[in-house]
């Protein structure tokens, strides 16, 4: 297969519009040779036909860069898609699906339907794009048809035999069809309630003739008011059901020594 142009691999709309795994974590295709990147969109579930799942595919290999997946990294089988560049034939691109035993890495020839192939080879960076047409997880397993762990990988290739996948990245199993399926949940922030200037009369308080009171205070229970007392905004005056409180004996103190100088 020879290189085609127009293969543009980005970050952008990753967790939002597609589902993004990479090494390093986070890294940019665009502008990270070293980034080992695929993404995935996925159609509409058609039961019992499964998806159709866009990927991209970009990494830096002589030989050939792979995405795989699997139900269990551990055991079973692989699907991987390979993206290759041919050092045999002025390194022009190649494609090539396999099965992987993912207990021993073996690699084995096998007929996936694929479409909408494209790739591009420039030095060694491989770009390549392609959809797998009615993808279902229940032709490997019984359940979440959509779920599978995502391996990212690159391996050597002489033009005619593809070496051992070299496995660089295991996701968690991951719903394909979910672009945030693997982002971390953000958690939500939190706030201190602000402390108002509030002065509370203890209960029981006989206020004099005269008296100014300040803003923002709180008058309990079986106070009695004079006249010529001002009240100013922000007061709350209670019932008459509250009880003398220990530590307001103190607070009653102040005020009755400022009424006596607010009169001299």
């Keep these: 297969m020879r290189t085609r142009a127009g ?5 952008d709309g990753c967790g939002v519009s597609k589902l993004c795994v990479e090494t390093p974590n986070n890294c940019d295709p665009s502008g990270n040779s070293s980034c080992l990147f695929a993404s995935a969109v996925s159609s509409v579930p058609v039961p019992p036909y499964g998806v ?26 692989s699907m991987l ?47 390549c794009e392609f ?10 397993r019984s359940s979440e048809a959509t779920t599978f762990s995502v391996l990212l990988g690159n391996g ?12 660089l990245f295991g996701s968690k199993p991951l719903d394909l069809i979910k ?14 309630a602000p402390i108002s200037n509030t002065t509370i009369m203890p209960s029981n308080t006989t206020m004099p003739s005269n008296t100014t009171m300040p803003s923002n205070t709180t008058m309990p229970s079986n106070t009695t008011m004079p006249s010529n007392t001002t009240m100013p905004s922000n007061t709350t005056m209670p019932n008459n059901s509250g009880a003398l409180q220990p530590h307001a004996v103190l ?4 005020v009755l020594t400022l009424s006596v100088l607010l009169r001299v």
Excluded: H, W
Aim: glycine share 8%.
């Design 7 to 11: 293969v543009n691999i980005t970050r």
């Design 52 to 77: 159709d799942l866009s990927v991209e595919l970009s990494g830096e290999s002589a030989g050939y860069i792979a995405v795989g997946l699997t139900a269990n990294a551990s055991e079973g089988t």
């Design 81 to 127: 898609v390979i993206c290759a560049q041919n050092s045999s034939d002025n390194g022009t691109f190649f494609f090539r699906t396999m099965q992987r035993n993912n207990t021993d890495n073996m690699l084995t020839p096998t007929e996936t339907r694929v479409k909408e192939i494209r790739g591009m080879v420039n030095g060694n960076m491989i770009k």
């Design 131 to 140: 959809t797998v047409p009615n993808l279902n997880a229940s032709n490997i």
């Design 156 to 167: 050597s290739f002489d033009g005619s035999v593809l070496g051992a996948f070299n496995l």
């Design 179 to 192: 672009p945030d399926s693997n982002v971390p949940p953000t958690a939500a922030p939190t706030t201190t």
């Design 251 to 254: 607070l009653l103190l102040s």
